[in-house]
């Protein structure tokens, strides 16, 4: 199967930048989503990345590099609200399109 | 509004009971999906729909049923529950293959 890896955990200052990782097989790759999860919530849709480069939307920009098969989701101006998890997913597209999860990383901003 | 719903968002129950957790979108989407979620795992797909009457299954399958009978539900059916499928519940609805994904609000489900 398709594995998607990102580290488990980070910790950031509030007001700061971070950048959270993300890599996945290239074979029958698609595009790539971000979602946000607060602790026991569902998780939203934060971007889909399907062409090469940065994608910026306010605060969070997402980048993708299909050769490489990694994707970075950068957060700035870290604040407190920010605290979550942020799974990446890979879609492996065909007509049933599957879509598979990392793991997810726990993100925890500290004033 | 556009949302996913899903009944019941808490559930405790005993090994062996029938229970059905429904699951119910009301934006026309084609494509639907359970997924479990556990500490440590991730989100891991149990079944998927692609359209009424075509589900298929994911990567954890076993001990769960689903149906499609109309577009907007996409129940999830556990005849004989058993502890090991405690765990964090979540339907999804997307419109096409590669089109952004909602998710329901979840359901909590303890097997005792």
């Known amino acids: 199967g398709q594995n998607i890896d990102q580290p488990t955990e980070m910790t950031a200052t509030e007001g700061a930048i971070v950048q959270i990782n993300c890599t996945y097989q290239?074979?029958?790759?698609?595009?790539l989503f971000w979602y946000q999860q607060h602790a026991g919530e569902a998780p939203t849709f934060l971007s889909y990345?399907?062409?090469?480069g940065l994608e910026e939307k306010g605060r969070f920009s997402s980048f993708l590099s299909r050769s490489k098969g990694y994707s970075y989701l950068l957060l700035k101006e870290l604040q407190m609200k920010d605290s979550a998890s942020y799974l990446c997913?890979?879609?492996?597209?065909?007509?049933?399109?599957?879509?598979?999860f990392g793991k997810g990383t726990k993100l925890s901003v500290k004033p | 509004e556009a949302q996913v719903t899903q009944n019941p968002r808490y559930l405790i129950t005993v090994t062996g009971k029938k229970l059905t957790v429904t699951c119910s979108q009301n934006?026309?989407?084609?494509?639907m999906s359970w997924y479990r979620q556990d500490p440590g795992l991730g989100l891991r797909q149990i079944y998927y729909?692609?359209?009424?009457?075509?589900?298929d299954k994911g990567d954890v399958p076993e001990g769960y049923k689903v149906s499609r009978k109309e577009k907007r539900n996409f129940p999830l059916i556990l005849e004989s529950p058993s502890p090991n499928q405690t765990s964090l519940y979540f339907c999804?609805?997307?419109?096409?293959?590669?089109?952004?994904?909602?998710f329901g609000p979840g359901t909590r489900l303890t097997v005792l």
């Open positions: 999804a609805s997307r419109r096409g293959s590669t089109d952004t994904q909602y």
């Open positions: 290239t074979s029958g790759f698609n595009g």
């Open positions: 990345n399907v062409l090469d």
């Open positions: 997913a890979a879609n492996y597209g065909g007509s049933q399109g599957n879509l598979i």
């Open positions: 934006m026309n989407h084609e494509y």
């Open positions: 729909s692609m359209n009424v009457e075509v589900t």
